[in-house]
């Protein structure tokens, strides 16, 4: 790159030396000013002018040192007429010159600056064509944008990757035959060509490929799926026959191409046929895959989110033999994966990786990541030593429900709805059997959201039942129906529940089986319209069906809000406790919540608790901040002494040398003093022969 920018450096500064010596020339040509034809003519009476040249109907007339006077006939008479009258007359009598030659307004090199600049231009365009991407090639586009690493900064390896274990077990395999093919070999085993990880977004799919190729200490090839289409039709199929090529030459290797849903999908989309870009590189994949050349010692490892839209030929044997699904890790995964990213954070005693594993289920490890890094940043905002729960809590509620915004103004009405509506959800939650503990409410507004109510599975779940759906309906019904008891009116805060109800009850009804009435018959619509499979989405069933599904949908979602009124109105104490505790307080954890549920305190009570928790953190808060000035001054302090120290060292080393040769001046001085008195008292003749000497010597 340096190489690169040095050598357009070279041609910027030549193209402007063109454009400095245009300029000098164009100064270096005259003055040239245009009059009138009467005007030229006077000039021509006077005898002003001394060098004269007519070109057409242009007269171009000499008036001084590099001064030029030119102007236009409007006929063939009115040059004749000067030509016959001044300037014949005047040339004869050598007191005019007529120059054969028209001379041009403008210097020779400004003349040529517009071709200069052209080839200038096209030579620089040709360079650029010639050096693209800094190897040398001419249409270097055609060439695949891989990067490979041969081990360069941190090897990362298994050891590193948490959570993946029977992942790591397979992709073992390949790293085995990378090292060792001969065993291999001898029993006729034939190792996979191509490996496809498939998963959710953020669960390690990238990460867990270079732990391979780091294992394996081979080189590793790295590319977007993307980064094979261009607009261009066949540059995709020439990069990917680049890369197999670099491939070959460093074989054994690895090559990761990663969103391969880019490149990969399914042929035959029926608009604009099937000679495009994009298949045509697929094409070529296949066929450097498994065709008739052979790529021995490359393994191919592939992610993508979307396996569904993949083109079969690719998921065949032979090229993809093998899927591995990298998910959600679970409890444990999640508390090995925390132990990772907190390696070089320092959490407080409190904080449980086993404990915050419960805490995030549905966590990818890329939420894990970020989760701990939010709670850092908390951290340091408040000049913290050391990460708590409690900025890991608020860095949890920020991933999910986003910063709160306690600075918006909020109407004492609407404060009240929202605390008696998430009131509502959380007595559901606890009333109804077999419901996840209630975690956390708030009425403080946090993305679009003006409050929530959060809930924490005690485990972590593969399947959900029917009556777990139907609680989860009630659930979701609790905020309106409290809305309609308590404040005598309901409002469109509970929109979004009414959606998710609505969307429960169509999924049990058309695509789990759950309706008696309906039967375990599957009526779900395509999830996704994708081009190239389907072009819209299509219902499988008649007319009079869909009227059954709506019946039956209605009548779950009407039957779970008849038994979410009956709910609420025989815990109606427990609704208001609950409520008249988020306007004091706002915000209630799992504890408080239960602590009012049960009776155990009122609102008025749990308001004092939590003040003087508040006032205990902002306490404990001022020390840490306190305690991390003082180490900070402490520091500055040192470094500040550090660096007096030695200036004082380096200056006092100065200073000394300054002394002696002063003392060495001083004693000079005293010895060359009695010698100035001995010549000027003793013998002046005696220095004046010495000096004459001198002068004789010079």
Known sequence: MKKFAKNVSIYLIIFALVLAAAFFYKGGDGEYKQVKYSTFANYLEQEKISEINVDGNKLTGKIGKDKYVYAYASSVVEISYLEETYIFPQMQDKKLTVETPPPSSVSTILSLLPTLIMVVALGFLFYLMMNQGGNGKAFSFGKSKARMYKGEGRKITFDDVAGLDEEKEELAEVVDFLRDPRKYNEVGARIPKGILLVGPPGT???????????????????????????????????????????????????????????????????????????????????????????????????????????????????????????????????????????????????????????????????????????????????????????????????????????????????????????????????????????????????????????????????????????????????????EELTLDDISTGASNDIMRATEIARGMVTKYGFSDRIGPVNYSDSDEVFLGKDFSTRKNYSEGVASEIDHEVRSIIEEAYAETVRILKENMDKLERVAQALLEV??????????????????????????????????????????????????????????????????????????????????????????????DAGEPADSEDHSGDKEEQR
């Open 586 to 679: 706002e915000t209630l954890d799992g504890d408080q919540f239960e602590a009012l549920y049960t009776g155990e305190i009122d609102a008025e009570g749990l308001a004092e608790q939590v003040r003087e928790k508040d006032a205990e953190i902002r306490r404990i808060n001022e020390e840490e901040a306190a305690e991390y000035e003082r180490i900070r001054k402490e520091e500055e302090a040192k470094l500040a002494e550090e660096l007096a120290r030695y200036d004082t060292d380096y200056m006092g080393d100065d200073s000394e040398e300054d002394t002696r040769s002063g003392e060495g001046k001083e004693a000079i001085g005293e010895q060359s003093e009695p010698d100035g008195d001995a010549d």
């Open 204 to 482: 390690g799919k990238t990460y867990v490929s270079k732990a391979t190729a780091g294992e394996a200490g081979v080189p590793f090839f790295t590319i977007s799926g993307s980064d094979f289409v261009e607009m261009f039709v066949g540059v995709g199929a020439s990069r990917v026959r680049d890369l197999f090529e670099q491939a070959k030459k460093n074989a054994p290797c690895i090559v990761f191409i990663d969103e391969i849903d880019a490149v990969g999908r399914k042929r035959g989309a029926g608009l604009g046929g099937g000679n495009d870009e994009r298949e045509q590189t697929l094409n070529q994949l296949l066929v450097e895959m498994d065709g008739f050349g052979e790529n021995s010692g490359i393994i191919i490892l592939a992610a993508t989110n979307r396996p569904d839209v993949l083109d079969p030929a690719l998921l065949r044997p032979g090229r993809f033999d093998r899927q591995i699904v990298i998910g959600v890790p679970d409890i444990k995964g999640r508390e090995e994966i925390i132990k990772v990213h907190s390696k070089n954070k320092p959490l407080s005693e409190e904080v449980s990786p086993k404990i915050l594993a419960r805490r995030t289920p549905g966590f990818t490890p890329a939420d894990l990541e970020n989760l701990l890094n939010e709670a850092a940043l908390i951290t340091a905002r408040r000049n913290g030593r050391k990460i708590r729960m409690a900025e890991i809590e608020e860095a949890a509620t920020k991933v999910m429900a986003g910063p709160a915004k306690k600075s918006r103004v909020i109407s004492a009405e609407e404060r009240k709805l929202t605390a008696y509506h998430e009131a509502g959800h959380a007595v559901v939650m606890r009333t109804l059997p077999n419901s996840d503990p209630v975690h956390q409410i708030t009425i403080i507004p946090r993305g679009s959201a003006g409050g929530f109510t959060m809930a924490l599975p005690e485990k972590d779940k593969a399947y959900e039942t029917k009556k777990g759906m139907l609680n989860a309906i009630k659930h979701l019904l609790g905020g309106r129906v409290a």
